[in-house]
């Protein structure tokens, strides 16, 4: 896997045998291109909770996964700060809100979402059709009682 763009441009060097400029290469990730990677890496990750990796234990088998729902702050440079304002900061400094549900049975991230720090956890996680079933393991930000009820109307469980 590749973790940068210049390490990405560097084997693409090295398997075409070609030398292209810093210039070119960064100026083909136009913003339709970006967004095709974007709707890819979601395609794929969709494509992947559906064949499950795991099965639940004899306990948990009549449910069809546990899902775990929950985020993280991550930090950037100061001068970010204009676009991406941080919430708790006693100093200029910038940040974004990382939201990710993470699905025992596919053993791997369900839905990955970026939101501004700002955001509030219970704002992160939409309950739909989609938890029938299911079991969604949530810490205490997540806490409201519409919130179970909605899990609750979907044939859903929680934690």
Not at 16 to 22: A, C, L, N, Q
Request: glycine share 6%; with cysteine.
């Amino acid at each position: 896997m590749q973790r940068t763009l210049a390490s990405l441009k560097r084997e693409y060097e090295t398997e075409s045998r070609k030398t292209i400029s810093d210039s070119s290469w960064y100026y083909r990730f136009t913003p339709e291109l970006v967004e095709f990677l974007h709707q890819c890496v979601i395609h794929g990750m969709e494509e992947l909770a559906k064949e499950p990796g795991r099965k639940l234990s004899k306990k948990l088998e009549t449910f069809q996964d546990v899902v775990i729902q929950d985020s993280t702050i991550v930090r950037f440079h100061s001068s970010l700060a204009d676009k991406f304002p941080a919430a708790r900061s006693r100093t200029v400094a910038a940040g974004i809100k990382v939201g990710v549900m993470i699905s025992a049975v596919a053993n791997g991230p369900r839905t990955v979402a970026l939101y501004s720090e700002k955001t509030a956890e219970i704002k992160t996680l939409k309950i739909g059709p989609w938890i029938k079933d299911r079991i969604l393991l949530v810490d205490l930000g997540f806490y409201k009682t519409q919130m179970f009820a909605r899990v609750e109307e979907n044939g859903g469980y929680f934690v």
